[in-house]
């Protein structure tokens, strides 16, 4: 994770040209591409011993700095000090809701499914290009209708069971093109999601669903999802949700 040297998360929020980063983890360390070309490869064992204080979203916890080299080497792009940090070898960062679980840095949280039909329903509607990319999601499934996630709250992806806990609520970061690390001039895609996917319960915009792991194991691509169990739908916008949604009896695969 990049954060402020006092140990304050920065994100492509503040910073779009994050977004033409390219880490490649390994398995002793990371190797980052940057914009130009340019890279850098920092082991584990070269951050620095000390825990420092590491802030995201107002959660505190420890993390490992990176060495001055490569935190000059990323600076370098961002225009003002910056630095790379590591988790270490345990995880300190705790939340109220889940006290006993270890976590990373996970920006909410750690699992995020996306619908390949809801994104093309998107595009339909969208002026502008949109990209399942823009979204980020680890998880992406196909052979389902459009927005028939919103109904799931209980699936098993391979080995694993996931809680579906909320939608995901989007944010600015979805308009930064991930080729060019900039801003939609016009705030597209999240303009277009205003218009037809904000929730009436609470005004967020949605996109996607919010998972936790129950179990560890393994995923894979082409991986049936069952669905073990739904719930209605919320209502959004303009859109009308139909509550008597069931899974479709046909392999959703992600």
Not at 6 to 15: L, Y
Not at 224 to 246: C, F, M, N, Q, R
Request: aromatic share 8%; hydrophobic share 35%.
């Amino acid at each position: 994770m990049v954060t402020e040297p006092d140990g304050t998360f920065i994100t492509a929020r503040q910073f779009p040209q994050m977004v033409r980063f390219t880490p490649s983890p390994l398995h002793d360390g990371l190797h980052l591409t940057a914009p130009d070309g340019s890279s850098a490869l920092v082991r584990f064992t070269d951050f620095t011993p000390q825990d420092a204080p590491t802030e995201v979203w107002g959660n505190h916890f420890t993390a490992r700095v990176a060495p001055t080299a490569i935190n000059q080497w990323l600076s370098g792009f961002f225009s003002r000090d910056v630095q790379l940090r590591w988790v270490g070898p345990q995880l300190t960062r705790r939340v109220k809701r889940h006290n006993a679980v270890p976590l990373g840095f996970a920006d909410g949280y750690p699992y995020l499914l996306t619908n390949e039909a809801s994104l093309r329903d998107l595009q339909q509607r969208c002026p502008a290009g949109v990209q399942m990319e823009q979204f980020r999601p680890n998880l992406v499934v196909s052979g389902v209708a459009a927005w028939e996630e919103d109904s799931w709250k209980v699936l098993r992806i391979g080995d694993v069971i996931f809680d579906v806990v909320k939608p995901c609520s989007r944010c600015i970061f979805t308009t930064v093109s991930p080729e060019k690390g900039q801003k939609h001039p016009s705030g597209e895609p999240l303009a277009t999601l205003q218009a037809f996917r904000t929730a009436q319960d609470n005004g967020d915009v949605d996109f996607g669903q919010n998972l936790i792991a129950r179990n560890s194991g393994v995923v894979r691509v082409g991986d049936e999802v069952e669905i073990l169990a739904t719930a209605p739908a919320k209502a959004y916008g303009a859109t009308t949700v139909d509550d008597s949604v069931t899974p479709d009896k046909h392999p959703t695969r992600v």
